[in-house]
């Protein structure tokens, strides 16, 4: 047991302890601490790059609502403007409608007229021709003044 104790056993077992330390601090420790300073190094950087690309996003994301909101402004307007030039056109189209209607309707009332004109014509001929007709039947049987005047009074009636 005496060897246990020995004052130069303890310091060459704390010198080897210390030693083992050292070695093991050079070798494991710093390469370990190194890697894992390395590694957390990319992780923030990972994370940082994250926060960029979702800052980005964030920003693309504004700036589309943005575009869209436009492009939702342009089409009601677009739409606005083609429900204005479809009453626009509506408008002309009945307009023109309504003057050849009544272009049509002025054609067919000077037709009536004309034709009413041309009946008149002929009844008044017809009456004419009647009356000469009827003259001639009364003067071949030998009509008094009365009797003439009263058959032109009855004719006129009848033209009129």
């Known amino acids: 047991m005496g060897e246990?104790?020995?004052?130069?056993?303890?310091?060459?077992?704390?010198?080897?302890?210390?030693?083992?330390?050292?070695?093991?601090y050079f070798l494991l420790y710093k390469?370990?601490?190194?890697?894992?300073?390395?590694?957390?190094?990319?992780?923030?950087?990972a994370i940082d790059e994250a926060n960029e690309n979702l800052e980005k996003a964030k920003k693309a994301a504004e700036g589309s609502e943005e575009i869209i909101a436009a492009g939702q402004a342009?089409?009601?307007?677009?739409?606005?403007?083609?429900?204005?030039?479809?009453?626009?056109?509506?408008?002309?189209?009945?307009?023109?409608?309504?003057?050849?209607?009544?272009?049509?309707?002025?054609?067919?009332?000077?037709?009536?007229?004309?034709?009413?004109?041309?009946?008149r014509r002929d009844m008044r001929e017809q009456a004419t021709n009647l009356a000469l007709?009827?003259?001639?039947?009364i003067l071949e049987r030998e009509v008094t003044p009365a009797d003439q005047e009263k058959v032109i009074d009855d004719l006129t009636r009848k033209v009129e």
């Open 4 to 24: 246990l104790f020995n004052p130069v056993t303890i310091l060459l077992h704390i010198a080897n302890a210390a030693l083992l330390f050292v070695a093991v």
């Open 133 to 137: 007709d009827i003259a001639r039947s």
């Open 31 to 45: 390469p370990v601490r190194k890697f894992m300073a390395q590694r957390e190094a990319k992780v923030a950087a």
């Open 74 to 119: 342009r089409a009601d307007e677009e739409l606005a403007n083609a429900q204005k030039r479809a009453r626009e056109e509506e408008k002309k189209i009945l307009d023109a409608a309504k003057a050849k209607a009544d272009g049509i309707v002025e054609e067919a009332r000077r037709q009536a007229e004309a034709i009413l004109k041309n009946a």
